[in-house]
């Protein structure tokens, strides 16, 4: 017997090498307790392979593999507790430019949790594995495939300029 679990939707845009651009809506459980409701980037990152996505007029399910997503673009009418839930834990926005391996580039904030007061943003990347995590531009919320990830231009630094640090090398050198 199918015991169905009350679900609500919410519009997404799925990108990828193979889908670019395609809209649909995933489903989030309804928490019957009340206690708590998933997120979405929650959905993303559970363990299981595919992700089930309502698609067209007639709202087809399309099963798509979460690994080979590059990244989710949320709707722009979906509240960010829906998306990604900031909760009590402390966190931290950081300024990045995003370059995807489908050749786009987002600028915006990444968002994220902190394990500890001085993580650098790199710590938190190099976390993530096949992992999303968000990020928040001025057009939408992304939830990014950190495997699709080619590079990011940040907007922290090396604290000293790197130039006196070249001249010093090459005055030893020398």
């Known amino acids: ?5 009350p679900k609500r939707r919410i519009p997404v845009t799925l990108w990828s090498h193979d889908l ?22 929650e ?38 507790s829906d998306v990604f839930a900031r909760g009590f834990r402390p966190w931290r926005e950081e300024e990045a430019e995003v370059a995807l391996s489908d050749g786009t580039t987002l600028t915006g904030r990444v968002w994220m949790p902190l394990e500890r007061e001085t993580q650098r943003i790199s710590d938190f990347m190099n976390q993530q594995g096949w992992q999303y995590f968000v990020l928040i531009t001025p057009v939408a919320l992304h939830l990014i495939n950190a495997a699709a990830v080619v590079g990011m231009k940040l907007a922290e ?17 020398a």
Do not use: C
Not at 1 to 5: A, V
Not at 157 to 173: C, N
């Open 1 to 5: 017997m199918d015991h169905y679990i």
């Open 20 to 41: 670019q651009g395609l809209p649909g809506w995933v489903f989030l459980d309804l928490d019957a307790a009340g206690n708590r409701h998933p997120t979405v980037i």
């Open 43 to 80: 959905k993303l990152n559970e363990s299981a392979r595919f992700l089930p996505v309502a698609v067209g007029d007639e709202g087809r399910i399309l099963l798509v593999n979460k690994h080979r997503l590059g990244r989710v673009a949320v709707g722009s009418q979906v509240i960010q």
């Open 157 to 173: 630094s090396a604290g000293a300029p790197l130039t006196a640090a070249l001249d010093e090398d090459e005055e030893r050198a």
